[in-house]
DNA sequence: GAAATATATATCGTGCACGATTTAATCGAC
DNA sequence: GTCGATTAAATCGTGCACGATATATATTTC
């Protein structure tokens, strides 16, 4: 199928083919749609997608309600994928969005009573996720730093 | 910001907050976005985006014209996903989708010519990306499998 | 302090991506 | 062979995700 082992290129035909199973980014990019597709049932109960629950988690650990401009590079999303997310999670009252007094060119998010108390409710599925990747603590430590560091480097480059 | 070395938590607050950066599936997010953007100026001199990128490598790879159920299980895609995709692929004229005349429910996507064609101007790209990884073939190819295990459990599970 | 510049969100258009549903063809039971 | 069940694509509606652009506030220059 993918023939990556059987060299029967003799020069008139394509260049080697790499099919997408041989890829770097094709393995992240099924991986992250496993992800979402994992999150989705626990998410669910919550009536949040996946990139709301990042938004959301960012939020729960942020000390101070943050601009949309420090969400955006945060979750390295722009401000055009943030806005309209961010006014559903206000319509579903987890949030409120208001001008900045100090610099009103910025928006503050500030999680409600009822995004606050999300947080509990949330709590377990990590470790749901966790367990059914089928790797140790140690194992995803150490992939999640790899992968980090591939981003990083893709995005110097 | 992340807190996740700061134990201030007492009880009454919220649970530990993991920040997305602290989260495997918030790296892989980051990480194919990433991935997405270091293709692009790639893939905009060839006028596809990355998914259609990934369907024209699948079918370089492929010995004969697959059906689009094949691709879907290859690519781990929706048919809602792909047959819009594939179009526009068709309209670009790089490849054509016909009915089987053994089974008249499948679609056979083959390559044209032009289709074919650009499977050389493509195949600097990937050792492109490798470069900009700053990674070693060998932790590439670890990394890759490593996150396919990944991917894989989550499905089964 | 008015004009030019820069910054922060928001808006618009296009293309994924999915779940739910629809349509159409094949297969099975009888 | 006909009816019911299964399978394969396609369609529809919603929500990301981006680049390009617009708008509005703040900062800098003179």
């Known amino acids: 199928m993918t023939q990556t082992s059987t060299p029967t290129d003799s020069g008139t035909t ?8 041989d ?7 099924s991986a992250v749609h496993a992800m979402s597709q994992a999150y989705r049932p626990h998410l669910e109960k919550l009536g949040l997608t996946y990139p709301q629950y990042l938004v959301m988690s960012a939020l729960w650990a942020a000390e101070a309600p943050p601009t949309v401009g420090m ?3 945060q979750l390295q999303l722009e401000s055009s994928t943030l806005t309209p997310l961010l006014k559903r999670l206000e319509t579903m009252g987890l949030l409120t969005r208001r001008r900045d007094a100090e610099d009103e060119r910025q928006v503050r998010i500030a999680l409600t009573g009822e995004g606050q108390q999300m947080h509990g ?3 377990h599925i ?6 059914q990747s089928g ?4 194992e995803l430590l150490t992939l999640r730093d790899q992968v980090s560091r591939l981003r990083d480097n893709l995005r110097k480059g």
Request: aromatic share 6%.
């Open 135 to 138: 790797m140790s603590v140690e």
């Open 126 to 131: 990590a470790g749901c996720i966790a367990e």
């Open 71 to 73: 969400l955006s590079r």
């Open 14 to 21: 394509a260049p080697q083919a790499l099919s997408p199973q």
């Open 121 to 123: 409710r949330s709590a």
């Open 23 to 29: 890829m770097v980014c094709f393995s992240l990019y």
